[in-house]
């Protein structure tokens, strides 16, 4: 199931979401520029290695923020900061910009010490943005557990309906623990549920501003069916 948009009317500033998918988006487009060869030498770079990094903890605590910003693909990039979007705007509504950001980098580096805890031995690179943007999806959870969000299932049903927050992003995160638990390969799994475990935990101790509303689930219906 894929998201498109939620229930929520924000106030207040956007400039940290905003920044982040710049920022994000500008360090893919320099990948790129460096070609292929070097291209994949970032991932080794840049990337977090579990196995380096708890050999050489001092040395590679670095590679924990890098990672977050390298991607292994236009798909991949693509899909964190379509997430980004469409759930960073509203948590960023009700924390401010300084709060969102210490949740994001935070949710980061807890995406990546539950990944490395899993597999300290592994040499695959861990990149992505994918750990910071879930510790914003556990955030959500708390912040709005009213919300809704517009959801189609791609690509070959494509059907649109309304699901309550706490429906899907808990459908979300079983989807995380099962595919880790599963070894399903290709994605870091463990980053997704310590980020999202960091966010919601993190959330409570922020305590955000009380400055948002959630629009009537009818009014949103409307104006999509």
């Known amino acids: 199931m894929f ?8 106030h207040g500033t956007k400039i940290a979401t905003f920044g982040l998918l710049i920022v994000t988006g500008l360090a893919y487009l320099y990948q790129l520029s460096l070609g292929i060869t070097s291209y994949e030498v970032i991932f080794y770079d840049y990337g977090f290695i579990p ?39 509203a948590v960023e509504g009700r924390l401010g910009l300084g ?6 980098l935070l949710s980061g580096v807890a995406a990546a010490l539950l990944q490395g805890f899993a597999l300290p ?4 690179p861990m990149i992505g943005a994918s750990g910071a943007v879930s510790g914003i999806l556990g955030a959500y959870l708390i912040l ?45 799994w463990w980053a997704h549920v310590g980020g999202f475990l960091l966010g919601l935990v993190l959330i409570l101790i922020l305590r955000p501003k009380r400055n948002y509303r959630a629009d009537p689930f009818w009014e949103c219906w409307r104006d999509y069916c």
């Open 121 to 124: 031995e592994s040499m695959v």
């Open 3 to 10: 998201p498109l948009r939620d229930t929520i009317t924000y």
């Open 51 to 89: 196995a380096s990094f708890f050999k050489d903890p001092a040395g590679q605590v670095f590679t924990i923020f890098t990672s977050m910003f390298v991607h292994g693909s236009l798909l991949h990039l693509l899909s964190n900061l379509w997430f980004l979007w469409v759930f960073g705007p």
């Open 144 to 188: 709005f557990p009213r919300a809704r969000v517009l959801t189609i299932i791609p690509p070959f049903i494509f059907f649109f309906f309304w699901l309550p927050a706490p429906i899907y992003l808990g459908y979300w995160i079983v989807l995380q623990f099962i595919s880790g638990f599963s070894a399903v390969p290709g994605v870091a």
């Open 99 to 104: 709060r969102f950001m210490l949740l994001y």
